[in-house]
């Protein structure tokens, strides 16, 4: 595996290499993103196994997005089996990967409690309402920053290690070595592409939002459902296209074997 080192514009790049994978083909990437949501809801809703069932999913899950990016691109057929076949590539693999993602999620909201004696775990494994409103006047600044920065280096590990194992077949720990030595090498252009994303998907939203309430202050839910809806379908596929777009970048595009 070779990782190119690329300049910092190269994160705005892929949030418009993104956007332009998507504009070729809006309606399908959109429903294959409602799928992706869709699943992972249903799959949360099994009780007890619910979340260990949905991580070992996600990452396969994540791929088949990935590949639907990759066929929008290249003109190739996309439908519903491009999201689920994933599932299979190197099938067992994800699956370890997810689970240890979930291990390592949970490893650093217990480690929170070191900051806030426990109160942001108990808001995130909060069952119901009622368990929920106990701690939800907490102040979860400090913990939530210590949870980012426990978070970070995993983010990198996991970046590209489910597209690593699923197209070049490669391990658990060799795809998430090479994930993290991809991302530490292109730090530079990761930090651009968060705050790119800052702006698109939250700055930008939240302005149009803001300006359409003081032009309509009376229809507040109309407005903001009418203004979030098609935000959602258009960044949210937007920005898992930009994910294939900083591996097609960093690592070149390869066929899968």
Same mark, same amino acid.
């Not at 994978?21 to 990437?29: A, E, G, K």
């Not at 409602?34 to 990452?59: C, H, K």
């Not at 994800?94 to 108990?122: E, P």
């Given at each position: 595996?070779r990782?190119? =080192?690329?300049?910092?514009a190269? !994160?705005?790049?892929?949030?418009m !290499? ?6 070729r083909?809006?309606? %399908?990437? !959109?429903? @294959?993103?409602?799928?992706y949501?869709?699943?992972?809801l249903?799959l ?8 260990l069932? &949905?991580s070992?999913?996600?990452p *396969?899950?994540?791929?088949?997005l990935?590949?639907a ?9 996309v !439908?519903?089996? #491009?999201?689920? *076949?994933?599932?299979?590539?190197n099938?067992r ?5 997810g689970?240890?993602?979930?291990c390592? #999620?949970? *490893? ?10 426990g109160?942001?775990l108990?808001?995130?494994?909060? *069952?119901?309402? =009622?368990?929920?409103a106990?701690?939800?006047?907490? $102040?979860? #600044? ?5 949870? %980012?920065l ?31 030595? &991809?991302?530490? %090498?292109n730090?530079?252009?990761?930090? #651009?592409?968060g ?6 998907a ?8 803001g300006? @359409?309430?003081? /032009?309509?202050?009376?229809a &507040?839910?109309?407005?903001?459902a /009418? ?7 258009v960044v &949210? ?11 097609? $970048?960093?690592?070149g595009?390869?066929? /899968?074997?």
């Amino acid at each position: 595996m070779r990782a190119q =080192t690329l300049p910092p514009a190269a !994160g705005w790049q892929w949030i418009m !290499g993104g956007f332009a994978i998507f504009r070729r083909n809006p309606v %399908m990437l !959109g429903l @294959l993103v409602v799928a992706y949501w869709f699943t992972v809801l249903f799959l949360n809703i099994v009780p007890v196994l619910g979340v260990l069932i &949905a991580s070992l999913a996600i990452p *396969g899950l994540s791929v088949g997005l990935m590949q639907a990016a990759r066929n929008v691109e290249r003109g190739q057929p996309v !439908g519903l089996q #491009t999201l689920y *076949g994933s599932l299979r590539e190197n099938g067992r693999t994800l699956a370890i990967l997810g689970a240890l993602y979930l291990c390592c #999620t949970l *490893g650093a909201l217990g480690l929170s409690s070191l900051v806030d004696g426990g109160d942001l775990l108990r808001f995130m494994l909060a *069952g119901n309402r =009622t368990e929920r409103a106990v701690v939800e006047d907490a $102040d979860f #600044t400090l913990s939530a920053l210590f949870v %980012m920065l426990l978070m970070t280096p995993v983010l990198m590990a996991w970046w590209f290690a489910p597209v690593l194992a699923a197209w070049h077949r490669l391990s658990v720990g060799r795809a998430l070595f090479f994930s993290f030595v &991809a991302c530490w %090498m292109n730090w530079r252009p990761f930090l #651009t592409y968060g705050l790119g994303l800052v702006v698109v998907a939250g700055v930008l939203p939240g302005l149009l939002l803001g300006i @359409l309430l003081l /032009i309509v202050p009376g229809a &507040a839910n109309l407005i903001t459902a /009418i203004v979030t809806l098609p935000m959602m379908l258009v960044v &949210a596929p937007t920005v898992f296209a930009s994910f294939y777009a900083s591996y097609r $970048d960093i690592f070149g595009i390869s066929e /899968i074997v």
